[in-house]
């Protein structure tokens, strides 16, 4: 199994950055992709951003152009750098990983714990 663990959530005041990161452990083949998503209260689940091993990244319309994220392969790490935050991306982010086991199996997709975000003045 594979074990994904966010730092870096907190209080931010509006228009500041966070820098988000989700170290993946564990028994793998490989990862093929990670992501981050978000669960404001009262809302469902949604994509924020998400990125390929091979570097192919997609975002939520919302957050086009404040939002960053990088995968560093080597080391299973992704982070998502957040700037010009607004009140509206306040939740909880999850980071995730498509994970294949073994060579040739199936994928399987992990979940973190979540770590919250919380922009107010």
């Known amino acids: 199994q594979v074990q994904l663990v966010e730092s870096g959530g907190g209080l931010v005041q509006p228009g500041g950055s966070l820098t988000l990161s989700c170290a993946a452990s564990g028994s793998m083949f490989s990862i093929n992709a990670m992501g981050w998503y978000r669960q404001a209260p009262g809302k469902q689940l949604e994509l924020v951003a998400r990125i390929t091993s091979g570097g192919s990244a997609n975002y939520e319309d919302s957050v086009k152009g404040r939002v960053s994220i990088s995968l560093d392969n080597a080391k299973n790490l992704v982070y998502l750098q957040m700037n010009s935050l607004k009140p509206d991306d306040t939740a909880v982010y999850y980071c995730?990983?498509?994970?294949?086991?073994?060579?040739?199996?199936?994928?399987?997709?992990?979940w973190g714990q979540g770590t919250q975000v919380t922009v107010s003045s």
């Open positions: 995730n990983a498509d994970v294949r086991p073994t060579r040739g199996s199936y994928e399987y997709r992990a």
